[in-house]
């Protein structure tokens, strides 16, 4: 139980193009979603807390306008990272939290997406 | 914020040695605290965890810490096993798992043989 599911798994694309990253929860709903991004050899930082239903909250320093996250149902929340530059490179995962189970269970990460940008 | 460092960065052992992880955060708030191992281009995946109200837990070889006036919290593994090489993070959390997680920067665990 509790499978966080990411797609695409790897995704090189050319400079300036949006690329949108899904991350669901399988056999769970989950009220929260959080988006992280790994640089190589990095820890991960938190860039935003989606909530279904309303707007996401960003961490300091992450452009709400360049990093568009949806949560439109309690299994999918969706980035889009538009007009992607070399510098967006990264590992991005997504984690979940289970709704039903309540605040005391742990974060379900998603298996992350590379996005390389040429 | 909350702020997690991490030490070391790089940890060598020989294999059947233990290995000791130290985290440190900022904000006394936080209240719970999980580690996680990730291997190379995948997820991080829960090894263990301890809640504020508890100052140690353990399951099998891995034991966590948890000194609340200090703010410092370490992963002990014993009889380290070659599976055991990744990466390890700390986090820190306030509220409760379902709010966010600061990471500590991580710690490169090698264990040879």
């Known amino acids: 139980g509790a499978v966080v599911s990411q797609h695409p798994s790897w995704v090189i694309c050319k400079s300036g193009t949006s690329v949108k990253i899904e991350c669901r929860s399988l056999?769970?709903?989950?009220?929260?979603m959080f988006w992280y991004r790994q640089f190589p050899k990095q820890s991960l930082m938190l860039m935003a807390t989606?909530?279904?239903?309303?707007?996401?909250?960003?961490e300091q320093g992450v452009e709400k306008d360049k990093f568009l996250i949806n949560h439109a149902s309690l299994t999918l929340s969706t980035l889009t990272v538009t007009s992607a530059h070399p510098e967006d490179s990264s590992f991005y995962i997504c984690?979940?939290?289970?709704?039903?189970?309540?605040?005391?269970?742990?974060?379900?990460f998603g298996d992350g997406t590379r996005l390389s940008i040429l | 914020g909350e702020n997690v460092e991490q030490h070391p960065s790089t940890l060598s052992v020989q294999e059947g040695d233990s290995a000791v992880i130290k985290c440190t955060y900022s904000?006394?708030?936080?209240?719970?605290f999980p580690w996680y191992k990730q291997e190379l281009g995948k997820r991080p995946q829960l090894i263990i965890d301890?809640?504020?109200?508890?100052g140690e837990k353990k399951d099998q070889r891995i034991a966590v810490t948890l000194n609340k006036t200090a703010k410092h919290f370490s992963l002990h593994i014993t009889e380290t096993q070659p599976e055991d090489s990744a990466v390890y993070f700390c986090?820190?959390?306030?509220?409760?798992?379902?709010?966010?997680?600061?990471f500590g920067t991580g710690t490169r665990l090698q264990v040879t043989l």
């Open positions: 989606s909530n279904e239903g309303s707007k996401a909250t960003y």
């Open positions: 984690s979940a939290t289970d709704r039903v189970r309540g605040s005391n269970q742990p974060q379900h």
């Open positions: 986090a820190a959390s306030i509220s409760g798992t379902a709010s966010k997680l600061t």
């Open positions: 056999d769970f709903q989950a009220t929260t």
């Open positions: 904000d006394s708030a936080s209240n719970y």
């Open positions: 301890i809640r504020s109200n508890v």
